[in-house]
Structure formats: C-alpha cells, structure tokens
C-alpha cells in the first residue's frame, strides 16, 4: 500500500500566520508526511502565495478542510442562512485551488455542532442543492468535494458512510466522496471493514485517528482491520492523521471539538509516532503473513 500519508495542520499550530504555516510546512516535510491538511475555517485569511511558496519549498502537498458554523450551515431550514454557508463554501473552494490542493473536504453539509433535533426536510433540501451547484464550480477547477461522516455530537445529517452515500446519489455530482474517520467510525458504524466496504467506490479520504482523539494505538480502534479493509477494498487515497490538544488549537475550536482534557502536548513526539505507526500498518496490510 501506497497511500499518500497527510497530517492536519493543527497537530502543530492553531492558526496558519506566517510563523505558524513555516512551522507546520517545516515539520511535516521533516517527520515524512506526502501531505498536509489546511483547515479554511477562514479561507479569506489565508496567506496564499506565502504558502504556496512554502509547500513548494519543502515539496509538500496539500488537502484542505472546512467545517461549518450555526450562522453558515448550509442545512438550515433558512435561506440567509444557507446562503452565507454557500458564500463560504465557494471562497474557501477558490482559496483551495490556488493554494494547489485538489480537495476539498470535511463537515462541509451542516454546523459542526450538538443539534438537538434531527434534520429537516426542507434543511437537507438546501444542503444537497448547494452541494450540487459547489461540485459543479469543483469539476470545473478538476477538484474533488468530500463529505465526511461525523459522529451523532458533531452533526446531525451524515453520521454514517450510508447517509453519506445517500446524500451525494442526490446531488447527482460525481465529484463528491466520501470521507471516513477512524474516531467518528468508532462510535456510529457497525463495523469499520463494513463501512469502508460499503462506500468502497466513493471513498475518496480518510482521517485517521484514535478514539480518545491522542496517540495512535492509545485507544480501542481496531486499526489492523482499518489498514486491512483498506487494502481489500483497494483504497489508494490519502490517509491523513487528525489529533486535537488545547495545547495547540484556540480555545474556541477546543469548545467546539470537546477537547476537555489534554493526551499530548508535543507536537513533534506525536507526529513522529503517527508517521512509524501508519507505515506499520501499512506494511503489516501489505504483507498479512509476516
Ligand atoms: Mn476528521
């Protein structure tokens, strides 16, 4: 197995500034990663050129990420709402093109958040017509749009690969796919073999990351059988490793994500062990017997 290895940007920092993004872009060239994952939470804030030059000179690429907000959610019953979100999405699409990266993924279809009521017809509505119209600016740049399927906490409208299919059958895009993580996988699916199986063909991303959110191997994910499923399936993607610590992230995405206690706070020690413990795995899915 070959996959592209990637690592989420804030393992090393919670903003991308310049001291920040030279600091990300150093460090994950240094321990090995193919990729890094840039979170647009704030595609206007982004430094373009200055990263393109960075990812240039230490020969990394990139993916990028978004997760929506209350106020930009595009799955709301209300349409200022969704249009802000569909504002947001189209600039962060922009911001993902010319910083080079060909993907653009994450909680893309509704709040990061805690609803407390299931979705809405009319609110799900919204979602798939903005979705489609934001595929179809995507084919035109050669991007790929991904869905990723987060636990019941976290969103209320894909909490499994099989909504996540079932969303994208509605758009009728075929640049969407979906996105599984290890950690959201561990609380919603049956089991991951199953899940990844079931959107083998559109599976198009993969989070990695334990249950505690900490250090690969720390937790309870099964993550032979991830790697395994992985092989059987032919999933040639990239695998991205994802941890949170307060240590790193503002105290305002630390609410956001949960982030009550700390597992590590050394960014290099964790990365570091990340990239052994993916090549381990990878290896191990490659040649079962040995
Ligand atoms: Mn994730």
Redesign the pocket.
């Given at each position: 197995m070959k996959n592209p290895l990637g690592i989420?940007a804030l393992v090393w920092a919670g903003s991308w500034n310049s001291e920040h993004r030279e600091k990300a872009i150093a460090l994950s060239a240094k321990y090995g990663y193919d990729l890094i994952e840039i979170p647009l939470l704030e595609p206007r804030e982004i430094d373009v050129s200055g990263t393109v030059k960075l990812l240039e000179q230490y020969n990394l690429k990139a993916a990028t990420?978004l997760a929506l907000s209350p106020q930009t959610d595009i799955s709301s019953p209300e349409p200022d709402i969704v249009a802000k979100g569909e504002t947001l999405l189209n600039e962060a699409l922009l911001v993902a093109r010319d910083l080079g990266a060909n993907y653009l993924g994450?909680v893309l279809y509704s709040a990061l958040q805690k609803y407390n009521s299931p979705p809405v017809e009319v609110g799900r509505h919204h979602c798939i017509e903005v979705l489609s119209r934001l595929a179809d600016k995507a084919k035109q740049m050669g991007m790929t749009i991904g869905l990723?399927a987060?636990n019941r906490y976290e969103s209320n409208l894909i909490n499994t690969a099989a909504q996540a299919l079932e969303i994208i059958a509605e758009t009728g895009s075929d640049n969407i796919v979906v996105?599984l993580?290890s950690?959201?996988m561990n609380i919603e699916e049956e089991s991951f073999s199953e899940a990844i199986t079931l959107c083998a063909e559109k599976l198009g991303y993969f989070?990695l990351?334990e249950s505690n959110r900490g250090y690969l191997g720390s937790g309870t994910i099964d993550f032979a059988s991830i790697f395994k499923s992985l092989r059987d399936n032919h999933y040639t993607g990239v695998i991205?490793f994802?941890s949170f610590s307060s240590t790193v992230v503002t105290p305002h995405l630390s609410n956001a994500l949960a982030l009550w206690r700390n597992l590590w706070d050394d960014s290099e020690k964790l990365a570091h062990h990340a990239k052994y413990f993916m090549e381990k795995h990878l290896h191990s899915a490659e040649s079962p017997s040995s």
């Open positions: 989420h990420s994450g990723e987060v996105h993580d950690f959201h989070h990351g991205t994802e």
